[in-house]
């Protein structure tokens, strides 16, 4: 039975992972610096039809938006090492986001999944221990109430459809054990922003002085993904199907039209279901299949 379990995990896993549209930035490949910034003046990196936008200005030789980058030194604090990812490497692969001020991200209208996120050693080193800029989080004392947050605004047609927020650090807690600068690669969910066509990205600090925020405003992203199938866990749970695993018959908590999808993602079985009432399920070979009613979907087993 362990074995059975193990091999179902796998299958999903293989499920998932094959419909799924990622951008994990690693088709891109660099020069000596190991870092794509805009100064081709192309002004967009685009990749599995997202578009990451990018201004850069060859007269101060800066840039805003996304930059990609493999640059992995987590030790070097300042400016000059502004292409670095303080966990010390990519989420996969070799390449990885770098987002500042004006980052966005275009694309035909869909639900995004989310991306995995962390902090630039820029940043992260800034908030640790400060800098000629910035102020050491928590102050001398480790009691200043200081934070850096990212707020992932959806558009959908240039209309805000909603806002996701994420703390890149926060030290607002009694407990200043429990402060902390984020330092892995953490999943961001924004499903909750709905069907969007356009991401933009905003900074915000407790440290902020007369020419704007103090604090570095970077982040860090890799593996920005869609599922192809909407194959959302959060949804997965509102729809409730029994007994799963399942021989004969099968019973649902919701009215609608049940599809059930083999694991190449073909269409085995469409009926009609009320809520409640069994449905037969003996024709069917055993396996695991992909059980959609609406926007709700979830994962049964046949045996």
């Known amino acids: 039975m362990k074995k059975n379990v193990l091999l179902i995990i796998s299958l999903i896993g293989m499920f998932i992972n094959s419909n799924a549209q990622v951008a994990n930035f690693d088709a891109l490949t660099f020069d000596s610096t190991g870092?794509?910034?805009?100064?081709?003046?192309?002004?967009?990196?685009?990749?599995?039809?997202f578009q990451f936008y990018n201004s850069f200005n060859p007269e101060w030789s800066s840039w805003s938006g996304f930059s990609i980058s493999s640059q992995v030194d987590d030790t070097t604090a300042g400016w000059s090492n502004q292409y670095s990812v303080y966990n010390g490497e990519a989420y996969s692969g070799s390449n990885f986001a770098l987002g500042t001020s004006g980052a966005s991200i275009s694309f035909e209208s869909k639900v995004i999944d989310g991306f995995y996120i962390t902090n630039s050693t820029y940043a992260a080193l800034s908030m640790l221990h400060g800098d000629s800029f910035a102020k050491k989080f928590g102050g001398a004392s480790g009691d200043d109430s200081d934070w850096f947050k990212l707020s992932v605004i959806g558009k959908l047609d240039t209309v805000v459809t909603d806002t996701v927020e994420f703390y890149l650090a926060d030290y607002r807690f009694e407990d200043?054990?429990?402060?902390?600068?984020?330092s892995d690669w953490t999943w961001l969910d924004l499903n909750a922003l709905g069907e969007v066509s356009e991401l933009s990205f905003e900074f915000s600090s407790t440290d902020n002085g007369q020419w704007g925020m103090n604090t570095p405003a970077y982040f860090c992203m890799d593996d920005f993904k869609v599922n192809t199938l909407d194959l959302d866990e959060n949804i997965a749970e509102v729809i409730s199907i029994y007994p799963n695993p399942v021989q004969d018959m099968l019973s649902i908590n919701i009215s609608g039209v049940l599809s059930l999808f083999d694991l190449s993602g073909k269409l085995v079985k469409s009926n009609s279901v009320v809520a409640g009432n069994p449905i037969s399920m003996s024709e069917l070979k055993s396996g695991l299949y992909i059980a959609k009613v609406g926007s709700h979907i979830k994962k049964i087993v046949k045996y």
């Not at 794509?36 to 599995?48: I, M, P, Y």
């Not at 200043?176 to 984020?182: A, F, P, T």
Request: charged share 25%; hydrophobic share 30%.
């Open 35 to 49: 870092v794509w910034n805009g100064s081709d003046l192309s002004g967009v990196f685009e990749e599995e039809g």
């Open 176 to 182: 200043n054990s429990q402060d902390y600068i984020v």
